[in-house]
């Protein structure tokens, strides 16, 4: 009974590095490490749901089998995030000897970009200086904002949002287990908003499910508060024809009587329009107000002025399109 | 073992590059008596600077503390830690300790003057070899600057890796194609720890290293942004700019960069107009960004220095065009070391003077500039400028030079005559001394053993009395010396 309540993307994460779906060349890399078991330091980078934690939590179950938890410390540098943790936990963590044999022990220190210069600067001799008794995993979204002398430390892996055919593979194995129905067309749903994040496709099927056994597309629209993508290809085309009256309507129609978040749909505005074949200099100033609209509302702008202007926008450059 | 720390170099001949600073630094050691000024060796990243401190340790057969910043470099801990080994020998007294302070410029005492102070005391008592490192010779302070000799390591040029990575493939046994080796070399962009790593990383479980094993895992590539910034100028076509930029994997800000350096003068005024207006839009954005931390964002950056300036490139004939890294870098990274120092001057100035360094700049540098180049002798010595801090004030590079220079010999011959009058007086207090073992040597043999407890704290004493009076020689020329 409690197999309904779990958490499908805890549920489903593969616990081997062969079962992982996607980043192959990766994959191979870190199956290698764990035949010779040797490993260096790595360095994880990549959009969220590419597969990074998973990567690392199955690295660390083949290099230690059933004892894998005595050996690997998973640290979350978002919440702590100061030079202290370094030099207590980290530090106390890397000194102290692996457990049951193992030549030594991995920390996994998730979304890396969050510490501070000054505890990423007080990494760099720690990794070092227990490199004999510590590896270090580190992973975040944007190598940029670790410091030189880390990546330096490190060798980098850089994780690919997933193909369509990653998720659908995915997507196919909760299906055989779950006895569900999914659809070509429900692929397509997932793999679109999704965007190569593993996490959003299975929490969408997921909530999809529960409202029944078969799904369609419309149960994954709804269930992420997405517009079809149909839908927002309209909005353009009335936007593009003039017709102002007309894009206000559908666009109040998706905000409110959907409730599609404003951010969400400036998203697929912009999916949409770098997709749809239009003249580069149109195309350049519709994402240039879609920005400003976007920074606006998250400096807490209010939502509905932002929106209705950005619309007249389109409007403006969509006429002198026609014209 | 990780492959970086299993070939770090032992013996300074084992290290790669930077020959004469390496040459520099051995003589350092071999030249070493308790008056040699400590050592600052500076540099980017994964060159060799801590290797090298280590293997000179190794070399001369010296003890080593080591403090970085993974350690608590508060004033109290680097005085008690460094400060207790700095002036105290080893128990052996046979041979020396070496201390080195890994990563200065992030020590903590940069913050609060406190540390910076506490350091630079240490640096003056120590009588031990000590070397500081740091990637940033302006990340350290002005005081600790001075106190020492500066020795800089240069990022490697690509060719001289590879004989490096080839030797530890042969001691590892692998076979590895020259071009993937090549490749490792050009990624690491003169950086050897990481190319060793990169080596390690995708040569672990394989006897063989082709070209194709290389380019997953590499520090931030710089291969493909010549492509990528050729296709926006429409030297070249591309089906997707934006699919391109997701191979680049570099940040907007380094492709904003490197295009504005490429997109050279446009002849029609207009489009000229255009193409920088689509930069700043960008730039806008990529400024948005990092003030609300909000990373979407960056997407609208992308698209306007990329689009934008595409779309007004449009109709140039594709042809070849050299693309270079943006000129404006070098000059960045000499405008930043230029703040840094004119920061560094400020507040020396205004904690002197009892202000803030704003309104140092904005109120009184003018008078205190015009002071400076009336009488720049004493602003040397009040404030222990150097030739480059001294110029921002006057603004003449081979006058501060000059000046500086003239009394930094001064300040030498000065410390010359303070050390051969204290050898004068220790050779003085030692003949006294000798005098005067030899009265009581004969009150010895007359009186009893208590006598001779007494006889030997009186020597003591007379020891200690002639020392104070050498120290408080010294520091009473010191202090005319400061106060010049």
């Not at chain 1, 102290?96 to 991995?106: A, V």
């Not at chain 2, 720390?5 to 070493?32: D, F, I, T």
């Not at chain 2, 400020?346 to 002197?352: E, K, V």
């Not at chain 2, 040397?380 to 000046?403: E, G, R, T």
Request: hydrophobic share 40%.
């Amino acid at each position: 009974m409690d197999e309904t309540h779990a958490i499908w993307i805890e549920k489903y994460r593969p616990h081997h590095l062969s079962d992982i779906i996607g980043q192959p060349e990766i994959i191979e890399r870190l199956t290698s490490y764990v035949a010779k078991h040797e490993m260096p330091h790595l360095l994880f980078t990549g959009n969220a749901g590419t597969g990074k934690t998973t990567a690392a939590v199955a690295l660390a179950r083949e290099f230690f089998g059933d004892d894998w938890q005595m050996n690997f410390r998973e640290l979350n540098a978002s919440d702590e995030r100061g030079i202290d943790v370094v030099r207590n936990q980290i530090k106390q963590f890397a000194r102290t000897s692996p457990f049951g044999g193992s030549t030594f022990k991995i920390l996994f220190l998730d979304e890396a970009d969050a510490l501070t210069s000054d505890a990423q600067s007080a990494l760099r001799r720690t990794m070092e200086t227990y490199a004999q008794t510590c590896r270090f995993i580190l992973s975040c979204n944007y190598s940029a904002k670790i410091i030189d002398p880390i990546q330096s430390r490190c060798a980098i892996y850089r994780f690919r949002p997933l193909g369509k055919q990653a998720v659908a593979e995915m997507v196919h194995r909760i299906e055989k287990d779950q006895n569900l129905t999914v659809s070509e067309e429900v692929i397509n749903a997932i793999f679109y908003i999704a965007q190569g994040d593993m996490r959003k496709a299975i929490n969408a099927l997921q909530g999809a499910a529960i409202l029944g056994r078969e799904i369609s597309p419309d149960m994954i629209y709804a269930i992420t508060a997405t517009a079809r993508p149909e839908e927002i290809d309209d909005l353009i085309e009335l936007c593009l024809a003039g017709n102002f009256p007309g894009a206000g309507g559908t666009l109040a129609s998706l905000l409110h009587d959907r409730g599609i978040a404003p951010q969400e749909l400036i998203g697929q505005l912009y999916r949409a329009i770098m997709k749809r074949d239009l003249p580069e200099n149109i195309k350049v100033r519709l994402i240039d107000s879609l920005g400003e609209t976007d920074f606006r509302l998250s400096e807490g702008a209010g939502s509905d002025i932002q929106m209705q202007s950005l619309i007249a926008k389109f409007v403006m450059y969509g006429g002198k399109n026609t014209r | 073992m990780d492959w970086a720390e299993k070939y770090r170099p032992r013996h300074l001949s084992e290290l790669v590059g930077n020959r004469e600073s390496l040459r520099q630094m051995s003589e350092w050691a071999r030249q070493w008596t308790t008056e040699t000024p400590p050592l600052i060796i500076y540099g980017k990243p994964g060159i060799g600077k801590t290797s090298s401190a280590w293997a000179l340790a190794n070399d001369m057969n010296w003890e080593v503390v080591e403090l970085n910043a993974s350690d608590q470099r508060t004033k109290g801990v680097i005085e008690k830690i460094a400060g207790g080994s700095a002036s105290t020998g080893s128990l052996s007294g046979a041979f020396r300790k070496l201390i080195i302070l890994d990563e200065a410029d992030n020590l903590q005492g940069n913050a609060d003057r406190g540390g910076a102070r506490a350091i630079a005391e240490v640096i003056r008592q120590a009588k031990q070899p000590l070397i500081l490192i740091a990637n940033d010779l302006y990340g350290l302070d002005g005081t600790i600057r001075n106190l020492c000799t500066k020795i800089q390591f240069k990022a490697l040029p690509a060719k001289s890796l590879v004989p490096r990575l080839r030797e530890i493939c042969s001691m590892e046994g692998i076979t590895c194609a020259l071009p993937a080796l090549n490749d490792i070399a050009e990624q690491a962009s003169g950086d050897i720890r990481s190319a060793v790593t990169m080596l390690y990383a995708s040569a672990i479980g394989k006897d063989k290293v082709g070209e194709d094993d290389v380019s997953i895992s590499s520090k931030d590539s710089r291969s493909t942004i010549f492509d990528l910034v050729a296709a926006t100028l429409g030297y070249r076509q591309v089906t997707s700019l934006q699919d391109l930029n997701m191979t680049v994997d570099e940040t907007p800000d380094t492709v904003l960069q490197w295009i504005e350096g490429n997109l050279g003068v446009l002849p029609d005024t207009k489009k000229n107009a255009a193409a920088y207006q689509a930069l700043s839009r960008a730039d806008m954005y990529l400024g948005y960004t990092y003030k609300t931390q909000y990373y979407t964002l960056w997407r609208y950056a992308n698209i306007l220095m990329l689009y934008g300036v595409h779309d007004v490139m449009k109709g140039r004939p594709s042809g070849y065009a050299k693309i270079m890294p943006p000129t404006r870098w070098r000059q960045m990274s000499t405008a930043k070391r230029q703040k840094l120092m004119r920061e560094h001057l400020l507040s020396q100035l205004g904690i002197s003077m009892h202000m803030s360094s704003a309104s140092v700049r904005n109120i009184y540098l003018c008078p205190v500039s015009l002071l400076a180049r009336q009488f720049p002798q004493s602003f040397v010595k009040d404030y222990s400028f150097d030739a480059d801090q001294l110029n921002i004030l006057i603004h003449d590079p081979d006058l501060a030079k000059s000046i500086v220079k003239s009394i930094d010999e001064e300040k030498k011959s000065l410390e010359k005559e303070l050390k051969k009058k204290k050898k004068e007086e220790e050779a003085l207090a030692k003949k006294n001394r000798t005098l005067k073992k030899t009265e009581p040597d004969i009150k010895v043999q007359l009186s009893s053993c208590n006598e001779t407890d007494s006889a030997l704290v009186m020597i003591d004493d007379n020891e200690k009395e002639s020392e104070t009076n050498v120290n408080k020689d010294k520091k009473s020329s010191q202090s005319t010396l400061f106060n010049f």
